[in-house]
């Protein structure tokens, strides 16, 4: 009896001493997946979603989850963002056996890690546990990562005009001269990924389609909420105006 007894002793002692908990992450992933730079600027910051489960035989202490990004899918890298792994349940606990926890965050990505041209492939690791405070029955199932791209844009303006117009559109020239000014108005609007400097806006007047001529107007190309600025990108700034015509484009007989 006195055997027996010492061997279920020993049976229940086997038990408790190879009762661990083991962290594993089931499920991970990041949004977006690629992101453009404009010089030093990224498009966004990085969101992510992790799913770490208990698949051990015991409860497991409260831990960290850290989020690390790298250039290298082997080496962790710099951390950019860490949480806490507990019971779904309770905060104060941890993950109970066979429970999952899933959590979530957003991160700007390091300078560091930004590229200067071209476009480079980074890497979000997720490490469950990562400061080692749970025992576990596997240290080396804790680890998984996410590929990101990311793209160099060189950030500059681009104007393009988008609507024109003139009034009137004919006129009659008494002798040298005309019947009016000539009035315009015209959109300029910025298309490029960057804030244009101030700009000018000029207006000529030609014999012909293809070749400028004389310098009749300008305007300003600012910011349409604040002169003191250019044109931010996708804005739009509409100027007006009038001029004389050139003594040299009036026609001295017939219609040009």
């Known amino acids: 009896m006195k055997k027996l007894c010492l061997l279920i002793l020993v049976f229940i ?5 190879f009762s661990q908990a083991d962290l594993t992450i089931i499920s991970a992933s990041i949004s977006p997946t690629s992101i453009n730079v404009l010089g030093t600027t990224p498009d966004s910051k990085i969101t992510w979603s992790v799913s770490t489960k208990n698949i051990g035989t015991s409860r497991a202490k409260i831990c960290k989850l850290g989020i690390y990004l790298s250039s290298s899918s082997s080496v962790l890298g710099t951390k950019v963002d860490e949480s806490t792994i507990a019971s779904p349940t309770s905060a104060l606990f941890g993950l109970l056996d066979g429970d999952t926890d899933t959590d979530n965050g957003s991160f700007d990505i390091p300078s560091s890690m930004l590229p200067t041209s071209g476009s480079v492939t980074r890497y979000v690791h997720f490490v469950a546990d990562f400061e080692g405070t749970v025992d576990e ?3 080396t199932n804790n680890k998984t990562y996410k590929t990101i791209s990311l793209t160099f844009v060189d950030p500059r303006p681009d104007f393009t005009i988008t609507s024109s117009s003139i009034s009137p559109t004919s006129m009659n020239v008494v002798g040298t001269t005309p019947d009016s000014k000539i009035s315009w108005s015209a ?3 910025n298309i490029g990924n960057s804030r244009a400097p101030i700009a000018k806006l000029a207006i000529y007047m030609s014999t012909s389609s293809t070749s400028l001529g004389t310098k009749v107007d300008e305007k300003d190309i600012a910011s349409p909420s604040n002169f003191l600025l ?3 990108n996708g804005d739009t700034d509409t100027d007006n ?4 015509i050139p003594s040299s484009m009036l026609p001295t007989s017939g219609s040009v």
């Open 13 to 17: 002692n086997s038990l408790f001493a």
């Open 137 to 139: 029955i596997l240290e």
């Open 187 to 189: 959109s300029t609007k």
């Open 230 to 232: 250019g044109l931010l």
């Open 241 to 244: 105006g009038s001029f004389d």
